[in-house]
Structure formats: C-alpha cells, structure tokens
Nanobody, 128 residues
Framework: VQLQASGGGLVQPGESLRLTCATSGFTLGHYAIGWFRQAPGKEREGVSCIGNRDENAYYAESVKGRFTISRDNAKNMVYLQMNSLKPEDTATYYC??????????????????????WGKGTLVTVSS
C-alpha cells in the first residue's frame, strides 16, 4: 500500500487548492479514506473522512461548506478540494486509508488513530 499526497502550496486567503492523494497496492473503493492536518504546535485534526458511505462524508466544523472530499476508484485517487481558504487552514495535510471500514466519522473523530496507511504530508500555507 502506497499513498502520495500532493497539491499543497502558498495561497492567499480566499483562494482555492486541490490536494491529491495517489494510491496504489490496494482496491481503493474497499477502504476508508481520510484527510488530516497538523499545524505547528497543534495536535493532528481530522479534516474529512469517508467510511462506509461515500455520500454524507464527515467534515470538521471548521471546514464545512468549504472543503470537499472525493475519490476516483478507477484512477486510485483521493482528492480534497479546498475553497475559501483561511490563514487558520495553514498546516501539513496528510491522506490516510484503512481496510477496516466504520462510519464516515469514525477515523476523523479519532484524529486518524487506527488508520494503518499514511502518505507523506503536503504543506498548505494560507497567507497574504
């Protein structure tokens, strides 16, 4: 199982970014997926997760209405579309997957604890 996150960068407040997580070595559609972030000096946070239902994904309150998680099982890709970015969104973002699938909120509510496979992070900086 391999995961590679990309798409981070420096943007101004209000702008958008799309993070991509390229996956390989497993059948993506059978796995729980999640995006997590960690800012300097802060604990890891579950940003968005999908478990047993692709619809009604879980989103942290701080990103609801601005971020959208999706996956393309045919391309083995996971995405996080981030709109209306704010300085407080600045963090290193990680994608993660696990073969044990629970509800959509399960892994995000646990800050990713229990997820077996993680990609290297991609840094998102939102600053004017």
């Amino acid at each position: 199982v391999q995961l590679q996150a990309s798409g981070g960068g420096l943007v101004q407040p209000g702008e958008s970014l799309r993070l991509t997580c390229a996956t390989s070595g497993f059948t993506l559609g059978h796995y729980a997926i999640g995006w997590f972030r960690q800012a300097p000096g802060k604990e890891r946070e579950g940003v968005s997760c999908i478990g047993n239902r692709d619809e009604n994904a879980y989103y942290a309150e701080s990103v609801k209405g601005r971020f959208t998680i999706s996956r393309d099982n045919a391309k083995n890709m996971v995405y996080l579309q981030m709109n209306s970015l704010k300085p407080e969104d600045t963090a290193t973002y990680y994608c993660a997957v696990d073969a044990i699938v629970y509800s959509n909120s399960y892994y995000c509510e646990r800050q990713g604890m229990g997820m077996d496979y993680w990609g290297k992070g991609t840094l998102v900086t939102v600053s004017s």
